[in-house]
C-alpha cells in the first residue's frame, strides 16, 4: 500500500537547536509535497510545498526542506528553533494519478521546544 | 474571506444520536474534504468531492455520509454516533484548477460520543 512515513513521533529540542523531521513516501511516480503545521488549539496551515523546480523549498519561518526523488524523502530543516515552533508536523503527499490526484497524510511528528 | 468554517466546536453525543457537521468555504474551492485526525494517526480522508453532486469515499468512511449540493457547503453526517467516533474532524478544501494544490482547513469540531 502507498504509505506516508514520518519517522519520528515525538522530537523534544531546546531553543536554538538545529531540526530535521524526516518524511518518506512509496508512491514511484510524480508527486506534489507538503508540510503542515499544527500549533495547539489551532487548525493545520501549510508551511511549504514542493510542486517542481528546485529542490530544496523555503517556507515560511525559517522552514526549509529538500526533496530528494532518489531516496522518497522531504525531510523538513530549521538551523535554529524557537519555543514557538511547538506544533504538530505532518508531511503530504499528493500522488499524482491519471484523472487525479491522491492526497495522503503522515501521521505527524509532536514538536516540543524547551525555552 | 473567512476561508473554510465548520461548525460547532464541541459536541458531546450519546450512544445511537446523529449530528451533521456543518462545513462551508467561501473561495470557490471545487475540492473539499473530510478527515478525522486521532492522535497519533495523522489525517484519514473520510469523504471527499470534487464539485457540487459529486462526492466519493476516502479511506474511513463507514458511519458517515455526506452531501454536496453548492460549491459552498459540504456537510458531513453521522449516522448512529458510536466511541469510535470520538474524534477531531477537520474539513478542508482545494482549488483543482490546473492540477493538484495545497489544502485549506477549517478550525476543527471535537466530538466526543459517550
Known amino acids: 500500500a502507498q504509505s506516508v512515513s514520518q519517522h519520528n513521533h515525538h522530537v523534544i529540542l531546546s531553543e536554538a537547536a538545529s531540526l530535521e523531521l524526516g518524511c518518506n513516501y512509496s508512491y514511484g511516480g510524480t508527486v506534489n509535497l507538503f508540510w503542515y503545521v499544527q500549533y495547539p488549539g489551532q487548525h493545520l496551515q501549510l508551511l511549504l510545498k514542493y510542486f517542481s523546480g528546485d529542490p530544496l523549498v523555503k517556507g515560511i519561518k525559517g522552514f526549509e526542506a529538500e526533496f530528494i526523488k532518489s531516496k522518497f524523502s522531504f525531510n523538513l530543516r530549521k538551523p535554529s528553533v524557537q519555543w514557538s515552533d511547538t506544533a504538530e508536523y505532518f508531511c503530504a503527499v499528493n500522488e499524482i494519478r491519471t484523472g487525479g490526484f491522491k492526497t495522503i497524510f503522515g501521521a505527524g511528528t509532536r514538536l516540543f521546544v524547551k525555552a | 474571506n473567512a476561508g473554510v468554517t465548520q461548525t460547532p466546536k464541541f459536541r458531546i453525543l450519546k450512544i445511537g444520536q446523529s449530528m451533521t457537521l456543518q462545513c462551508a468555504q467561501d473561495m470557490n474551492h471545487n475540492y473539499m474534504y473530510w478527515y478525522r485526525q486521532d492522535p497519533g494517526m495523522g489525517l484519514k480522508l473520510i469523504y471527499y468531492?470534487?464539485?457540487?453532486?459529486?462526492?466519493d469515499k476516502g479511506e474511513v468512511p463507514n458511519g458517515y455520509n455526506v452531501s454536496r449540493s453548492t460549491t459552498e457547503d459540504f456537510p458531513l453526517r453521522l449516522e448512529l454516533a458510536a466511541p469510535s467516533q470520538t474524534s477531531v474532524y477537520f474539513c478542508a478544501s482545494s482549488p483543482s484548477a490546473g492540477g493538484p494544490h495545497e489544502q485549506y482547513f477549517g478550525p476543527g469540531t471535537r466530538l466526543t460520543v459517550t
Open positions: 468531492s470534487v464539485g457540487a453532486g459529486i462526492t
